[in-house]
Antibody, heavy 121, light 108 residues
Framework: QVQLVESGGGLVKPGGSLRLSCAAS????????MSWIRQAPGKGLEWVAY????????YYADSVKGRFTISRDNAKDSLFLQMNSLRAEDTAVYYC??????????????WGQGTLVTVSS | SYVLTQPPSVSVAPGQTARIACGGD??????VHWYQQKPGQAPVLVVY???ARPSGIPERFSGSNSRNTATLTISRVEAGDEADYYC???????????FGGGTKLTVL
């Protein structure tokens, strides 16, 4: 079955860096657009970043542009999020999600279980 | 940037119909997607492209979209439907995903 498993979360100091990974299985990873979405504790969902199957086209939320970098390794069925210059407001559960196939309306299905990133001194 | 507005909460008795609204400027021209999130779990897609249902989602879940409001309708509500529900669109003008603030559905 389709599965997404995130890893790499943890506690980091403000200004620090962290790299999240998402391991995909159960589908042809290289055929799909992918995204990262986050959820601060007790808050709603916030879309973070998007990448096309080739990795050529990438989009970011304004709140992370210039600090976060999304990338992928199709040979290893993996998605990544490099997070630099982290701030307290980046504290959240980070989910990776597959983007709906063959569409520009870009829904997210399925989602991984999430990994918690805590930015605190 | 594009903004989606949802009521913070909706309450409904078991067996009744719940309607959760998602407001946005001319949202009718967007494709709207809906997610269900239960406590401690990842979100699950329940409706995509306004009214399509993914495999495995009960027919009780349906969606509509017109002018400035999209609506998720849950018929014959069950206790297990109690969850947070989020609407979402892809704003192709800014190339960004947009989520509504979420609505907590309480089954009385």
């Amino acid at each position: 079955q389709v599965q997404l498993v995130e890893s790499g979360g943890g506690l980091v100091k403000p200004g620090g860096s962290l790299r999240l990974s998402c391991a995909a299985s159960g589908f042809t990873f290289s055929d799909y657009q992918m995204s990262w979405i986050r959820q601060a504790p007790g808050k709603g969902l916030e879309w973070v970043a998007y990448i096309t199957p080739s990795g050529i086209t990438i989009y970011y939320a304004d709140s992370v542009k210039g600090r976060f970098t999304i990338s992928r390794d199709n040979a290893k069925d993996s998605l990544f999020l490099q997070m630099n210059s982290l701030r307290a407001e980046d504290t959240a559960v980070y989910y990776c999600a597959r983007v709906g196939p063959g569409t520009t309306s870009n829904w997210f299905d399925p989602w991984g279980q999430g990994t918690l990133v805590t930015v605190s001194s | 940037s594009y903004v989606l507005t949802q009521p913070p909460s909706v309450s409904v008795a078991p067996g009744q119909t719940a309607r959760i609204a998602c407001g946005g400027d001319n949202i009718g021209i967007y494709s709207v997607h809906w997610y269900q999130q239960k406590p401690g779990q990842a979100p699950v897609l329940v409706v995509y492209d306004d009214s399509a249902r993914p495999s495995g989602i009960p027919e009780r879940f349906s969606g509509s979209n017109s002018r400035n409001t999209a609506t998720l309708t849950i018929s014959r509500v069950e206790a297990g439907d109690e969850a947070d529900y989020y609407c979402q669109v892809w704003d192709s003008r800014s190339d960004q995903g947009v989520f509504g603030g979420g609505t907590k559905l309480t089954v009385l």
